[in-house]
């Protein structure tokens, strides 16, 4: 069955400082991997995707997240963290020929001044 | 253009009720999706639609139901609600289903069972 796994629940940083949070999915075949970000009390938007080619991508408000086949991971990446960016993120897999996106447990990230 | 849209924002019922939340997809999507967010956890798909026509469906029991419309507006209902049926009620619309477009999110229901 597919799955995602976010290991981490909550994860500090000081603002400028780097930012790496984890994504490790389950599912048979090539994915459609999303990471998302949810501010609280808001509905969810899309940082970025992956459906093929560059394994590196790049999304919005300067985030990029690297696709690991060998590691079955999907990793989010800003080399810069900014206060704005505190909020919920979640990573989440797509089935071939459906909708139906399954979510990790999300990350919360909390930046300090 | 304006994104997704749901109705009402916030709701209260009371256990034993039935509620009826609403989805506007942006112009020119025809899928819809349905996911429950309980506090503190990802969201939880409970049903897609496209062209009307159900095309998939989560682990959820049969009090709740979905329908889409010629318009492909959606609309999802549950019925004798329960307390654990508490959550962020979201929506999701996209081009056409097939999971290689992206999917955008509405602000949200907020559900409250008392």
């Known amino acids: 069955a597919q799955s995602v796994t976010q290991p981490d629940i909550h994860i500090t940083v000081s603002e400028g400082a780097s930012l790496e949070l984890r994504c490790n999915y389950s599912?048979?075949?090539?994915?459609?991997l999303f990471w998302y970000v949810q501010s609280p009390g808001q509905g969810l938007q899309l940082l970025l995707k992956?459906?093929?080619?560059?394994?590196l991508v790049q999304g919005i408000k300067g985030f990029e997240a690297e696709f690991k086949r060998s590691q079955s991971s999907f990793n989010l990446r800003k080399p810069s963290v900014h206060w704005s960016d505190a909020a919920e993120y979640f990573c989440?897999?797509?089935?071939?020929?459906?909708?139906?996106?399954?979510f990790g447990t999300g990350t919360r990230l909390q930046v300090f001044p | 253009d304006a994104g997704v849209t749901q109705s009402p924002t916030h709701l209260i019922k009371t256990r034993g009720q039935q509620v009826t939340l609403r989805c506007s997809p942006i112009?020119?999507?025809?899928?819809v999706s349905w996911y429950q967010q309980v506090l503190g956890q990802g969201p939880q798909f409970i049903f897609q639609?496209?062209?009307?026509?159900?095309?998939g469906r989560g682990n959820f029991p049969d009090r709740f139901s979905a329908r889409q419309f010629p318009n492909y507006s959606s609309e999802l209902n549950v019925n004798a609600l329960l307390l654990g049926d508490s959550a962020l009620y979201l929506c999701?619309?996209?081009?056409?289903?097939?999971?290689?477009?992206?999917?955008?999110f509405g602000p949200g229901t907020r559900l409250t069972v008392t």
């Open positions: 999701a619309s996209s081009l056409a289903g097939t999971g290689n477009y992206e999917q955008y």
């Open positions: 599912y048979g075949a090539t994915p459609y």
């Open positions: 992956y459906f093929s080619g560059d394994t």
């Open positions: 989440a897999v797509v089935g071939y020929n459906t909708d139906k996106l399954i």
């Open positions: 112009s020119g999507h025809k899928s």
């Open positions: 639609y496209y062209e009307k026509e159900e095309r």
